[in-house]
């Protein structure tokens, strides 16, 4: 089972990106997914959640700006970033809570990070 994250990359000052995660493998539900990130020498800090039945939350920094969605067919999570600053390069890591079998849950699932720049 694993995350499977894409879309980073440099990009200038007002512009947008969107960045995909897939979960592959043996998952019989996926619960909550979620986009953080981690800036160098900062914490890891999420930036937005999408529930299975498509409540979101943001990070204040990012509303307005930032929109997540997911697909649950593909068992993908989306966060599409517009207006991007420089404040917003990090490494961003999706992450996927869920369950293994109808019995079994607390899958806590991490993406292998994809690095987002920000820069003129």
């Known amino acids: 089972v694993q995350l499977q994250a894409s879309g980073g990359g440099l990009v200038q000052p007002g512009g947008s990106l969107r960045l995909s995660c897939r979960a592959s493998?043996?998952?019989?539900?996926?619960?909550?997914m979620g986009w953080y990130r981690q800036a160098p020498g900062k914490q890891r800090e999420l930036v937005a959640d999408i529930t299975s039945d498509g409540s979101t939350n943001y990070e204040t920094s990012v509303k307005g700006r930032f929109t997540i969605s997911r697909d649950n067919a593909k068992r993908t999570v989306y966060l599409q970033m517009k207006s991007l600053k420089p404040e917003d390069t990090a490494a961003y890591y999706c992450n996927a809570e869920g369950c293994s079998d109808p019995w079994t849950c607390g899958l806590d699932l991490w993406g292998q990070g994809t690095q987002v720049t920000v820069s003129s």
């Open positions: 493998g043996s998952i019989f539900s996926i619960k909550a």
